[in-house]
């Protein structure tokens, strides 16, 4: 079997790799990457293809390289460049231990698939999804164990476009467990300004509300747990925003 380096993990792949030469991945990409990021990987031309990324290579990424990865990762998604990964590959490498650079926090919405729209492989990123991407204290758990006790750098939280979670907090629908949940989006209907028609038949309130839920769960991240807020004081992570586009396959980052 072929195995890459020890220092350098499988989706990391290089462009110029006489074997695989479309192997390149979230880590360790194209020269679009900034040099920053491609010299904290070691990753200019060196090795052939790797299967998982390690902790070494993940420890030497920023958290502003990883969001540049994954804006790149969403770039080659929606414009149909993917990588090829070799998840059987990725799979027998992360078996024994993991080290991913990030948790996520999206929707459970059937079409908003984190890995597939960010193009990142087995072990890069933790993911937790609800309905309306809303934090609880579960989900706050999760985040300090992905950060403080396993190494990730960033927090991103991405809603989405036409949420049917967002539309139903907007109509106050109820239904079982579902009435709760609801309950914790309706602040961002309150929270958001918007001078038109503010019902779910209006797909602009709708994706403001969305937008506004991205914002208030970072608020509510920071204050619900300190563990978190002070790796963010420290710059050992940082937490961001993200807005995914149904309808264009883009991830829009807030901030740029
Ligand atoms: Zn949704």
Known sequence: MRRAPNDMPAGYAISNSPERPDRRSFLKTSGALSACALMATGALGSFAYADALTEAQRDRLTPEDILALMKQGNRRFYTGRHQDYNFLAQQRASAKAQYPAAVLLSCIDSRVPAETILDLGIGEIFNSRVAGNIENPDILGSMEFACRLAGAKVVLVMGHTACGAIKGAIDSAEL??????????????????????????????????????????????????????????????????????LETGVVDFFGG
Do not use: C, Q, W
Not at 209 to 231: C, M, Q, Y
């Open 176 to 245: 079982g467990n579902l009435t709760g949940l609801l309950t914790k989006i309706k602040p961002a209907v309150v929270a958001t300004t918007y001078s038109g028609e503010r019902t779910s038949k209006n797909s602009a309130f709708v994706d403001a509300v969305a937008h506004k839920n991205v914002e208030l769960t970072i608020a509510n991240i920071r204050t619900g747990s300190p563990v978190l807020a002070e790796l963010e004081s420290k710059g050992a992570i940082r937490m961001a925003g993200a807005m995914y586009n």
